[in-house]
């Protein structure tokens, strides 16, 4: 399969410990995004990568976030110190060119904060 | 404020007849629109892409208008079928950010009943 791919699928964990989530893009594509889900509601954008490069963060993106994507392939995004309203899925996209061209998610990763 | 919005109640159809959803937008002036359907527990995938100096655009038995003047796409589904049913969600670029930040409408639930 050479699609996005998202590792865990499903992560529970209790308020305050630190999760770590994984995207692996499709291998060509130079630009990577990170979305958050809520039940209702549609992808909300929350930082993106031109290929190590992290060009934008969005304000909802607290000090408890982190993203990397240390050689411009994979990358991680990190919540420190959870909170229930963490609780989310956490999608990953990547796409290969700048205006226009369709993006593509993996999986996602659904995140319960206990 | 600048807003997308589209049905949140689900829309039910009877297999064959055409669906129509809708996305409306305010306080944006997108160069392009894109449509995605989400099927539970999975990422959404592209479908279409309509620039602003098109007005209608057609893939197989999607149609998806555009009118820039009234803030509005309109995507149809036509000879429709169970397999279609999903959340479609429309999307647009934020624009001036200088890559392909992308704002999604809450996604409108689509039945299609045998």
């Known amino acids: 399969d050479t699609g996005v791919s998202q590792n865990p699928r499903h992560k529970i964990t209790k308020r305050g410990q630190n999760v770590t989530f994984r995207c692996d893009p499709i291998?060509?594509?130079?630009?990577l995004y990170w979305y958050r889900q809520t039940l209702g509601q549609g992808p909300e954008f929350l930082t993106y990568?031109?290929?190590?490069?992290?060009?934008?963060k969005s304000r909802l993106l607290s000090d408890r976030f982190s993203a990397e994507r240390p050689k411009g392939s994979f990358s991680t995004l990190e919540i420190q110190r959870t909170e229930q309203g963490d609780s989310a899925m956490y999608l990953c996209a990547s796409s290969a060119r700048l205006a226009g061209d369709e993006q593509f998610f993996g999986p996602g990763t659904r995140l319960t904060v206990l | 404020s600048q807003k997308i919005e589209q049905n949140s109640e689900a829309l039910n159809i009877q297999e064959g007849k055409t669906a129509t959803l809708t996305c409306n937008y305010t306080?944006?002036?997108?160069?392009?629109l894109q449509w995605y359907r989400q099927d539970p527990g999975r990422g959404p995938v592209f479908l279409l892409l309509?620039?602003?100096?098109?007005k209608e655009k057609r893939k197989e038995r999607l149609k998806v208008t555009f009118d820039t003047t009234l803030k509005q796409s309109l995507f149809h589904i036509t000879a429709s079928q169970p397999a279609d049913s999903a959340t479609y969600l429309c999307a647009l670029d934020e624009g001036n950010t200088g890559f392909q930040k992308l704002v999604f409408g809450t996604g409108t639930r689509l039945l299609v009943s045998p």
């Open positions: 309509i620039r602003e100096n098109e």
């Open positions: 306080n944006y002036s997108p160069a392009y």
């Open positions: 291998s060509e594509h130079n630009r």
């Open positions: 990568f031109q290929n190590e490069a992290q060009l934008e």
